[in-house]
């Protein structure tokens, strides 16, 4: 069983920064990548970030440059630090983790980041 608990969603102006944070709590087991998604209304869930065990990370090409996935492996925590925020980039985000090799995939709850003036 492992839970997800995200923090740090909320309101922000256009070209603001946010902080999200997700710490994974639970019976995690072997390597894990863990990352970001995010859906906007009547869209599916999509790709922004995500981070393997190893540090190697992969960006969605609308926030490249913008966008710094990390992770604390001792505190079992994926941070997204969001720069330069777009009304665009308003939606609700998800934590993720991947168990490798295996069938598991947990999700958090969602947050939601609304940018807006």
């Known amino acids: 069983q492992v839970q997800l608990v995200e923090s740090g969603g909320g309101l922000v102006q256009p070209g603001g920064s946010l902080r999200l944070s997700c710490a994974a709590s639970g019976s995690i087991f072997g390597l894990n990548a863990m990352g970001w998604y995010r859906q906007f209304p009547g869209k599916q869930r999509e790709l922004v970030a995500v981070?393997?065990?190893?540090?190697?990370?992969n960006y969605a090409d609308s926030v490249k440059g913008r966008f710094t996935i990390s992770r604390d492996n001792a505190k079992n925590t994926v941070y997204l630090q969001m720069n330069s925020l777009k009304p665009e980039d308003t939606a609700v985000y998800y934590c993720?983790?991947?168990?490798?090799?295996?069938?598991?995939?947990?999700w958090g709850q969602g947050t939601q980041v609304t940018v807006s003036s």
């Open positions: 993720n983790l991947k168990v490798v090799f295996t069938q598991y995939d947990y």
């Open positions: 981070i393997g065990s190893g540090g190697g990370t």
